[in-house]
C-alpha cells in the first residue's frame, strides 16, 4: 500500500503496558484520528521495533460504531523515538495508510492518515 491524499491526523497517549514474551508489549492507548474523537486500541510492539499490529474502536459524534484493525512497521530514529507506518483496515473494508512518531517518554504516538493505494 502506499500513500494517497492527506485524510487528517491522528495523536494517542499510552495508557497501560503489559510486557509479553520475546521482548514485545501491548499497549493500550487512547486518542483522537481524523475528526473521530475518541478512539481506543490495544497494540502489539517490539519494544526495539519491527512489525506490530492491533485492533480499535471508537464511536463518533453522530453514533457510528468504527472498528477494524491495523499493522505496520516501527524503527528507531534519533532521541529514542520510533517512525512508523502502517495499514489501517476498518470493518466497513475501507483502507487508510498512516505515519507517525512514537515517543517513548511523552508516551505518545502522533502522525498523519491517508487514503490508501495500490
Known sequence: MKKGKHLGEFSFKAVTFRVLPLGRIEVNAEGAAVGVPR???TLTVAFAGGPFSGNYVAI???GENIHGALEGT???IQ???FHTTMVIRRSSGTTFFAEGEIN???RSWTGKVYEATE
Open 60 to 62: 463518533t459524534d453522530n
Open 74 to 76: 516501527s524503527e528507531p
Open 39 to 41: 478512539v481506543l486500541q
Open 79 to 81: 532521541n529514542g523515538k
Open 104 to 106: 517513548p517518554p511523552e
